[in-house]
Each structure stands twice: as structure tokens, then as C-alpha cells.
């Protein structure tokens, strides 16, 4: 057999060490990070759930997910342990590094709009009206405009009521 034939094979070899090394890592490092769990430690759960570890047994652990309401879960559901500040800041809403005369950022954009009462009698109104002379383009359009003329015309000239027109009688 020849280097070229073979070559690959090696490098396919090569390609799936690599990533079980990597796999190998990583699940090292997350039984590393589980570990470190301790009672009172702030957890967040594969699922995106923020608890406070009450017990830890082999294969599992014991969370409070609120005040008074423990739940069981698989040491493998904990996708992170949290630091005592980074925990309070999420679940309790505390910024930590927040002192007094520092600038708060809103998290929507109301305070970048203003008061004015002139702001709020700025709206446009982007809805055509009937009576207006817009851009009417097309066969519709011109039809529109010339029934509009028409009728007007016949209003200005006509002193017959309505009814008679439409009999076809003459009241003169």
C-alpha cells in the first residue's frame, strides 16, 4: 500500500482523537464545576432555572427554586455555578457595583422621547382620506376622478330634484 492511500485514514484518525479530547474536557471540567457545589452555593439548571442548592447527594442534588419549595435534580441538570454577587444581582434584581449618583441605563427606550405636548400633537397620520387630491395613478384613478367631475358638472346644471332625474320626467 502506498503513503497516498493511507494518508486519509490517518488524518481521519487524527480528526476524531482530537474532538474526544476535547469532549473529554469539557466533561471534566463540568464534573470540576459540580464539584465545587457546595450548601448556599446560587446554581442555574440546564433549563435556565436560578436555585440555591440545599443538599447534595451522589448522583443528585437538592435545589430551593423558591422559599419553602425544594425540587430534586440530576447533578448533570446544574449548568453553572454562580458566584455568591453574580447570583444575587439575577435573582434578587441587587446590582452590586451600583452606588449612589451613578447613571442607571434604562432598559427601554421612554426616557429617550420627550414630554413636550407639542411631540404629541406631532403625529402623522399616514391614512389617505377620500376627499383628498393624492397621486391616483392608473385606469382606477382616472375613473375616480372624471365620475367626481361629472357629478359636479351635472350639479351646477341641473335644478331638477333627484327623483324626477331618475324618472326621466320634466318638471318644467
Given at each position: 500500500?502506498?503513503?497516498?492511500?493511507l494518508?486519509?485514514?490517518?488524518?481521519?484518525?487524527?480528526?476524531?482523537?482530537l474532538m474526544?479530547?476535547?469532549?473529554k474536557?469539557?466533561?471534566?471540567?463540568?464534573?470540576?464545576?459540580r464539584?465545587?457545589?457546595s450548601?448556599g452555593?446560587?446554581?442555574?439548571?440546564?433549563?435556565?432555572?436560578?436555585?440555591?442548592?440545599?443538599?447534595?447527594?451522589?448522583?443528585?442534588?437538592l435545589?430551593?427554586v423558591a422559599?419553602?419549595t425544594?425540587?430534586?435534580?440530576?447533578?448533570?441538570?446544574?449548568?453553572?455555578?454562580?458566584?455568591?454577587e453574580?447570583?444575587?444581582?439575577?435573582?434578587n434584581g441587587?446590582?452590586?457595583?451600583l452606588?449612589?449618583?451613578?447613571?442607571v441605563v434604562?432598559?427601554?427606550?421612554s426616557s429617550?422621547?420627550?414630554?413636550?405636548?407639542?411631540?404629541?400633537?406631532s403625529k402623522?397620520?399616514?391614512?389617505?382620506?377620500?376627499?383628498e387630491d393624492g397621486?391616483?395613478?392608473?385606469?382606477?384613478g382616472?375613473?375616480?376622478?372624471?365620475?367626481a367631475?361629472?357629478?359636479?358638472e351635472?350639479?351646477?346644471?341641473?335644478?331638477?330634484p333627484e327623483?324626477?332625474?331618475?324618472k326621466?320626467?320634466?318638471s318644467?
Amino acid at each position: 500500500m502506498n503513503i497516498v492511500t493511507l494518508l486519509p485514514f490517518i488524518v481521519l484518525i487524527g480528526a476524531m482523537f482530537l474532538m474526544t479530547r476535547s469532549a473529554k474536557n469539557k466533561q471534566r471540567q463540568a464534573a470540576k464545576m459540580r464539584d465545587a457545589m457546595s450548601p448556599g452555593t446560587g446554581v442555574r439548571t440546564i433549563g435556565g432555572m436560578y436555585a440555591t442548592v440545599k443538599e447534595i447527594r451522589d448522583d443528585t442534588v437538592l435545589l430551593e427554586v423558591a422559599p419553602g419549595t425544594h425540587a430534586l435534580y440530576a447533578k448533570n441538570a446544574v449548568g453553572a455555578v454562580l458566584e455568591e454577587e453574580e447570583y444575587e444581582r439575577i435573582v434578587n434584581g441587587a446590582p452590586a457595583d451600583l452606588e449612589v449618583g451613578d447613571t442607571v441605563v434604562p432598559d427601554d427606550a421612554s426616557s429617550l422621547t420627550s414630554d413636550d405636548d407639542a411631540a404629541v400633537g406631532s403625529k402623522v397620520d399616514f391614512e389617505k382620506s377620500s376627499d383628498e387630491d393624492g397621486d391616483d395613478s392608473g385606469a382606477d384613478g382616472d375613473a375616480r376622478r372624471a365620475a367626481a367631475d361629472a357629478k359636479s358638472e351635472q350639479a351646477e346644471g341641473d335644478d331638477q330634484p333627484e327623483d324626477a332625474k331618475r324618472k326621466g320626467t320634466d318638471s318644467e
